[in-house]
């Protein structure tokens, strides 16, 4: 049997929503082989304040390296990277898988407010690592800070955002955009090409891992050879039905569902907003 293979490099986040876990849970839900180069761990959860233990960059090359020459790769992800010192290896041991579709989710800020990226190494990122992407993720206040915006309200400033940020060599850009109004609105920009990806909007507070989860269901559907507007159509799907069926664990911000699709699969309007689930 085959079965396409995608990589993580990412933080883990002990907590089991967002990072490394989220993306593994992903691949797995998407019928993809994950594997995972952790760049820090993350311990926390929702309520109190984070620790961050960075990797030491022999780890993480020894990671790249099990994954991508003793399995193979077909598809890989960047999410947390946390330093300049790491982009830049990372950058450096992307180059050798460089025909491989890459998804960069330039994570910054986790949901509890933990800083994911030092604020010095995002013109590395936007530099080094931006034009190695296939498919460029930023959520909306991602999108705002890599451009010098404070933040980005309208549907015409995340198009404008999508544009800016094309420029720095992506070959396609998805704009978070999150809840706009009643929907929740993405951006899709090939350079020529902008489309509005539109769902309706789900009222939980319980997105922790969205975002992750949403490049990681890209990620997976390009390790399959999928296209890549549709890869990011039915990450769309996928990411919109994790979202409706969040999980409560009773304290602070939840977790996304990632099993949903799979289990309940694609979300209607149907009960929107009325299928917060607290299984514990
Ligand atoms: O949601 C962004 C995110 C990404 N990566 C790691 C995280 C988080 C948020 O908690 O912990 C490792």
Same mark, same amino acid.
């Given at each position: 049997?085959?079965?396409?293979?995608?990589?993580?490099?990412?933080?883990?986040?002990?907590?089991?929503?967002?990072?490394?876990?989220?993306?593994?849970?992903?691949?797995?839900?998407?019928?993809? =082989?994950?594997? @995972?180069?952790?760049?820090?761990?993350?311990?926390?959860?929702?309520?109190?304040? !984070?620790?961050?233990?960075?990797?030491?960059?022999?780890?993480?090359?020894?990671?790249?390296?099990?994954?991508?020459?003793?399995?193979? $790769?077909?598809?890989?992800?960047?999410?947390? &990277?946390? /330093?300049?010192?790491?982009?830049?290896?990372?950058?450096?041991?992307?180059?050798?898988?460089?025909?491989?579709?890459?998804?960069?989710?330039?994570?910054?800020?986790?949901?509890?407010?933990?800083?994911?990226?030092?604020?010095?190494?995002?013109?590395?990122?936007?530099?080094? &690592?931006?034009?190695?992407? /296939?498919? &460029?993720?930023?959520?909306?206040?991602?999108?705002?800070?890599?451009?010098?915006?404070?933040?980005?309200?309208?549907?015409?400033?995340?198009?404008?955002?999508?544009?800016?940020?094309?420029?720095?060599?992506?070959? =396609?850009? $998805?704009?978070?955009?999150? $809840?706009?109004?009643?929907? @929740?609105?993405?951006?899709?920009?090939?350079?020529?090409?902008?489309?509005?990806?539109?769902?309706? !909007?789900?009222? /939980?507070?319980?997105?922790?891992?969205?975002?992750?989860?949403?490049? @990681? @269901?890209?990620?997976?559907?390009?390790?399959?050879?999928?296209?890549?507007?549709?890869?990011?159509?039915?990450?769309?799907?996928?990411?919109?039905?994790?979202?409706?069926?969040?999980?409560?664990?009773?304290?602070?911000?939840?977790?996304? =569902?990632?099993?949903? =699709?799979?289990?309940?699969?694609?979300? /209607?309007?149907?009960?929107?907003?009325?299928?917060?689930?607290?299984?514990?």
């Amino acid at each position: 049997m085959t079965i396409a293979r995608a990589l993580s490099i990412a933080g883990s986040a002990a907590h089991g929503s967002a990072g490394i876990q989220a993306d593994l849970k992903t691949f797995q839900e998407r019928d993809v =082989y994950g594997m @995972a180069a952790i760049t820090a761990i993350v311990a926390k959860n929702p309520v109190t304040a !984070s620790s961050i233990f960075e990797q030491p960059l022999e780890a993480i090359e020894a990671q790249f390296y099990t994954a991508t020459k003793n399995v193979g $790769v077909d598809a890989m992800k960047t999410g947390m &990277l946390f /330093t300049t010192e790491i982009i830049e290896l990372v950058v450096h041991l992307l180059k050798n898988e460089k025909d491989k579709p890459l998804v960069v989710d330039p994570v910054m800020i986790g949901k509890m407010g933990s800083q994911l990226l030092h604020d010095d190494a995002i013109e590395t990122m936007k530099k080094q &690592l931006f034009p190695l992407a /296939t498919i &460029l993720t930023p959520n909306r206040h991602e999108a705002a800070k890599l451009i010098g915006k404070k933040e980005l309200h309208t549907i015409e400033q995340l198009k404008d955002a999508a544009r800016e940020l094309h420029q720095f060599g992506p070959t =396609y850009v $998805v704009v978070k955009g999150g $809840v706009i109004g009643e929907k @929740a609105i993405d951006i899709l920009y090939d350079g020529h090409q902008m489309m509005e990806l539109v769902e309706p !909007s789900v009222e /939980t507070i319980h997105t922790s891992g969205a975002g992750c989860s949403f490049s @990681a @269901a890209m990620t997976a559907e390009l390790a399959k050879g999928t296209k890549t507007m549709e890869a990011v159509m039915l990450a769309k799907k996928y990411v919109t039905a994790a979202i409706n069926h969040a999980l409560s664990f009773g304290k602070g911000i939840g977790s996304t =569902y990632h099993a949903a =699709y799979r289990k309940f699969g694609e979300a /209607t309007n149907e009960g929107f907003g009325k299928k917060i689930k607290n299984l514990h």
